[in-house]
């Protein structure tokens, strides 16, 4: 069965740092670009950052720039956010999703919440 | 500068058929675009793929009742025999050096 599963979310304070983590299974993960989307509460769907098959370049919405950190580990079949230097406003549902001409397919989603 | 357009809720009646735009900003009109359906509390589920040319290509799994097509900058997705389960938000989005999503279009199935 081809599915993405995140984990890592949580509860942190303004200026603290998360890791997210998905694991890819069912298809061959090395293949293709991965992207972190994010839903903030009353709000769309935004995309947050990717990264290229062997990981040699990288992309990030203008806000996360300099705070958030996108990697990958193709033996692990493992895609990973580093977020630093939260905000409120980074509070949003995060998704992984795999890039094929549109993300074609999506994680369940972990739930990150930035709040003293 | 690319934007994709996309009125903010629209309503049909159960068993009727929905018409959603998604409008390319001046100068895009070539680009293609995947659709997204995002029920409540459930994450995102990939529909479609349209094309300038007005082809689409499904995901896996998505019943024949969804179909999309195009006309200039707009492209539309459409769905016939309204289901209850229909009732989500719709997003469009463009991939590759401008990736983005279109602001969403809430469906209430009436």
């Known amino acids: 069965e081809v599915q993405l599963v995140e984990s890592g979310g949580g509860l942190v304070q303004p200026g603290g740092s998360l890791r997210l983590s998905c694991a890819a299974s069912?298809?061959?993960?090395?293949?293709?670009?991965m992207s972190w989307v994010r839903r903030a509460p009353g709000k769309g769907l935004e995309w947050v950052a990717n990264?290229?098959?062997?990981?040699?370049?990288?992309y990030y919405v203008d806000s996360v720039k300099g705070r958030f950190t996108i990697s990958r580990d193709n033996p692990k079949n493992s895609l990973y956010l580093q977020m630093n230097s939260l905000r409120a406003e980074d509070t949003a549902v995060y998704y992984c999703?795999?890039?094929?001409?549109?993300?074609?397919?999506w994680g369940q989603g972990t739930m990150v919440t930035v709040s003293s | 500068q690319l934007v994709l357009t996309q009125s903010p809720s629209a309503s049909a009646s159960l068993g009727a058929s929905v018409k959603l735009t998604c409008t390319l900003s001046s100068g895009h009109s070539y680009y293609a675009i995947a659709w997204h359906q995002q029920q409540p509390e459930k994450a995102p589920r990939f529909l479609m793929r349209?094309?300038?040319?007005?082809?689409?290509n499904k995901g896996d799994g998505i019943p024949d009742r969804f179909s999309g097509f195009s006309s200039g900058a707009e492209r539309y997705l459409s769905i016939s025999s309204l289901q209850s389960e229909d009732e989500a938000d719709y997003y469009c989005?463009?991939?590759?050096?401008?990736?983005?999503f279109g602001g969403g279009t809430r469906l209430t199935v009436l």
């Open positions: 069912g298809f061959t993960f090395s293949s293709h670009w």
């Open positions: 990264i290229k098959q062997d990981g040699s370049d990288k």
């Open positions: 999703a795999r890039d094929n001409d549109g993300f074609d397919i």
């Open positions: 989005q463009v991939w590759g050096g401008d990736m983005m």
């Open positions: 349209v094309y300038s040319d007005g082809s689409h």
